[in-house]
């Protein structure tokens, strides 16, 4: 596609919830990021996938986090089990290996979790 | 540490320069980058310099790099409204970027 796209863009859920939240990178980007932005905080780093593998995945806070990504494209993470601190943006990026730190953000998820 | 830090607010007369000032941590980071977030809007790259020079010129933008103190700054001359926004630094560690907090620039009409 034309740019990085994000669903739900609003996504509002009960306490104890799971969520899934999905990233289209833009065709061709074999890097793939996860980032969260609480409010009025900076971007916290959650995961980020080359390929379909997850070389650092040193970010996801706890184990009720996971993210996968199939056919080097479409990620999907996962929350279960969803807090009220949780809630926040959830922003995806994907780049060009070649292109390091030249990210490509989507316009986030809105997580509210009540 | 890890933090990349910035002041959390900045406010700027239109036609004014705005200044935005950024600490890092990592003395082997190779690249170094600002990010512009406009409102509802993901994160969209700015500008960056690479970590062997001082100083990068991009139009209105003007990137200085002083590596000893660990020290980035932004300008922007004359100062728009459509330059509202927030700002954050990067830098790469391994195959990930560490951002900054964000600096909110408001413009004084």
């Known amino acids: 596609g034309a740019g990085v796209s994000q669903s739900p863009s609003n996504k509002v859920t009960e306490k104890g919830k799971d969520v899934e939240l999905r990233c289209d990178p833009i065709?061709?980007?074999?890097?793939l990021y996860w980032y969260r932005q609480r409010l009025g905080q900076g971007l916290e780093f959650l995961i980020y996938?080359?390929?379909?593998?997850?070389?650092?995945k040193s970010g996801l806070p706890s184990d009720r986090f996971s993210a996968e990504r199939t056919g080097g494209s479409v990620s999907t993470l996962t929350i279960q089990r969803t807090q009220q601190e949780d809630s926040a943006v959830y922003l995806c990026?994907?780049?060009?290996?070649?292109?390091?730190?030249?990210?490509?953000f989507g316009s986030g998820t809105q997580l509210s979790v009540l | 540490g890890e933090d990349v830090e910035q002041s959390l607010f900045l406010s700027v007369r239109e036609g004014d320069s705005s200044v935005i000032n950024c600490t890092y941590t990592?003395?082997?980071?190779?690249?170094l980058y600002w990010y512009k977030q406009e409102p509802g809007a993901g994160l969209q790259l700015l500008t960056y310099?690479?970590?062997?020079?001082d100083m990068k010129q991009d139009q209105r933008l003007t990137v200085l790099l002083n590596k000893k103190d660990k020290h980035l700054s932004l300008r922007i001359a004359d100062t728009q409204t459509g330059d509202s926004a927030i700002y954050f630094c990067a830098e790469s560690m391994g195959e990930k970027l560490t951002f900054g907090t964000g600096t909110r620039l408001t413009i004084i009409p």
């Open positions: 990026a994907s780049s060009l290996r070649s292109l390091k730190g030249k990210l490509f």
């Open positions: 990592d003395s082997s980071s190779t690249y």
């Open positions: 065709s061709g980007h074999t890097a």
């Open positions: 310099i690479f970590s062997n020079m």
């Open positions: 996938f080359q390929g379909n593998s997850a070389p650092d």
